[in-house]
């Protein structure tokens, strides 16, 4: 089974604070994403991945960027967390550069801007 | 650019009843369209797909939808519902051309009454 691994289920960071949120997948996937889930407004993409070291631009990236320096991994970077940032995030894989067949989800990071 | 529209917010429905959840897509381009379901506390499963072939197809759950082209429509039906089909429903699509990821809708709270 493909497993997407998100490094923590829940989180309060300060406002201000550099926030790191870190997923990894174990199937050798070309493509991963990170998406935020708000009530009402499904799941937007902030950034994604179709090789290391490559980031694309989703439809809401300010406030937040990237890293990609395995395959491996991907990594969500809050530079000055806000309040409004407050969301559950969703980092996702798939298998194939240039088709998106089918998407794996993590459990989610439910993360808290105080 | 692509977009999803799921019609219904929440559905609240009885035990085996029949239900609905109505998708509509809008692309230049062929998609793939998906359903995603996402039980409490967890992270998204893939629940069916369509990518080429027959236009309607089935989940292991008895769940199916069918893809309606000229409607530009992927509606998820069961036609007898249980109560641990309580989630939320995700529509998603991902285009054949052009930028490699997956775009969502507002997803559908479905809540079943006993």
């Known amino acids: 089974d493909v497993k997407v691994t998100q490094s923590s289920r829940y989180l309060v960071k300060r406002t201000g604070e550099k926030v790191f949120l870190e997923c990894v997948q174990d199937?050798?996937?070309?493509?991963m994403f990170w998406y935020r889930q708000d009530p009402g407004l499904g799941l937007r993409l902030i950034y994604f991945?179709?090789?290391?070291?490559?980031?694309e631009k989703g439809d809401i990236p300010e406030g937040y960027s990237v890293s990609r320096e395995k395959k491996e991994r991907f990594s969500l970077i809050l530079e000055s967390a806000s309040t409004n940032q407050t969301s559950m995030y969703l980092c996702?894989?798939?298998?194939?550069?240039?088709?998106?067949?089918?998407?794996?989800f993590g459990q989610g990071t439910r993360l808290t801007v105080v | 650019a692509q977009s999803v529209t799921q019609l219904d917010s929440q559905v609240p429905v009885f035990e085996e009843a029949p239900v609905e959840l109505r998708c509509n897509y809008s692309?230049?381009?062929?998609?793939?369209l998906f359903w995603y379901v996402q039980y409490p506390n967890q992270g998204l499963q893939l629940l069916l797909k369509?990518?080429?072939?027959?236009?309607l197809v089935e989940s292991i759950n008895g769940f199916e939808a069918e893809f309606n082209k000229s409607q530009t429509s992927f509606h998820l039906r069961k036609p007898s519902v249980h109560i641990s089909d309580t989630a939320e429903y995700f529509c998603?699509?991902?285009?054949?051309?052009?930028?490699?990821?997956?775009?969502f809708g507002q997803g559908t709270r479905l809540t079943i009454n006993p």
């Open positions: 996702a894989s798939s298998p194939h550069r240039g088709l998106v067949t089918e998407a794996f």
């Open positions: 199937m050798d996937h070309e493509n």
């Open positions: 991945s179709y090789d290391v070291k490559m980031k």
């Open positions: 692309s230049s381009v062929s998609v793939y």
């Open positions: 369509y990518l080429s072939g027959s236009t």
């Open positions: 998603a699509v991902s285009l054949l051309q052009g930028a490699q990821k997956l775009v």
